[in-house]
């Protein structure tokens, strides 16, 4: 059985092609990196409103995204709990404040969630004694997501957070991603303390309640008919786009991992390209006798991209084993939400391939636009 021409040409050139697959595992990894810090800003961005209970939205008309909604006059709630379909409305109040960790001193930005402890308006394991907890005035709950910059999160530890010396009343889970690197739940009337210029008839957010049956989109059209232009209604559907396009689109989170990706194309194309060409070139004349023989010039483009391909996948393979390491590194370390998925995975399989073969289809024009006369 004759040896294929492209396996031959593979194995002769063993030291070069190791540098082309070794280029073409970093551009994979690279991308399933970019990719999977991509996937986590999507997922993080709704990361605080799937706490959320509400199944419509009132935010300020100067509402950038969760984490800065601005505020509106709590009577909003009032004449919202008058539109047919609503059972009731929440204030929460949202916020950034200083946490200074208890053990080194240092400041760093915590989001704090308030809402009064009787109001199930964030979702919180063991709700009862959790918001028991939180009437005591001066206690918060922390995520237990926090990163550790933020210190001990022991139930008891007290720490300084804003003008406040606050303590730690017990934990509960959120995961802030993004936006900040930490959350606190605390009650209406210790957020008040934290806040005092939001004011005592003012609200961040408010919750929306609406019966069972109820369309969310004919409910939401009422109210933003009835309601003054300060405020905006959205349902849940419309809040997480509106927050996953502020994060990818508004911010340079999108673009940064964006631009990640199509550099890795282009690193991984140039060094498949170098060695291709670099190969094509030392077999120029080999190629102009299968010219002279009679070869059509599609051989000599299955040859080429069959090479490319073969680069393509062997370069594939410890690419994502790395890649998968590091996902669950960066899971632990930074608690981003990556996953490798297999969509993505495949995805970048193809990508890898079309990668290598356009460099294929790039080095072979020296050798299809050439006659095989001049080549000796």
Known sequence: MKTPLAWRNLIHDKARNAVAIVGVGFAVL??????????????????????????????????????RPGSFAEARLHQARGVAGVVDAWPLG????????????????????SCEPHLPAVRVE???????????????????????EFGPQAAGTR???????????????????????????TSARTFARLFPQVGPQATNLGLVQLAPGADPDRVAAELRERLPADVQVFTRPELNQR??????VKTSVGVI??????????????????????????????????????????????VVLTQAIALAVAGYLPGLLVAWQLYGVTRS?????????????????????GMCAAAGVISLRKVTGADPAELF
């Open 94 to 113: 949202v916020s950034l404040c200083p946490w200074e960790n208890p053990a080194t001193g240092r400041r760093r930005a915590m989001l704090v969630l």
């Open 159 to 185: 720490a300084k957070m804003g003008p406040l010396e606050v303590e730690i009343a017990g934990q509960f889970t959120l995961g802030t991603g993004f936006g900040a690197d930490g959350a606190v739940l």
């Open 257 to 302: 991992f964006g631009l990640g990706v199509a550099m890795a194309l282009v690193v991984g194309m140039a060094i498949v390209y170098q060695v291709l060409s670099s190969s094509i070139a030392r077999r120029l004349r080999e190629y102009a006798t299968l010219k002279a023989l009679g070869y059509p010039t599609g051989y000599l483009w299955r």
């Open 243 to 248: 927050e996953r396009q502020h994060w990818v």
């Open 30 to 67: 690279l991308i399933l990196m970019q990719l999977g810090f991509y996937g986590s800003v999507l997922q993080t961005a709704t990361t605080i409103q799937d706490h959320l209970t509400f199944d419509l939205l009132i935010a300020s008309k100067n509402y950038l995204f969760i984490t």
């Open 333 to 353: 370390a930074a608690h981003i939400p990556m996953q490798l998925g297999w969509v993505p995975a495949v995805s970048v399989l193809f990508l890898a391939v």
């Open 126 to 148: 063991n709700p009862s004694a959790a918001l028991t907890a939180l009437e005591r005035p001066s206690t918060v709950m922390i995520d237990r997501r926090s990163r550790p």
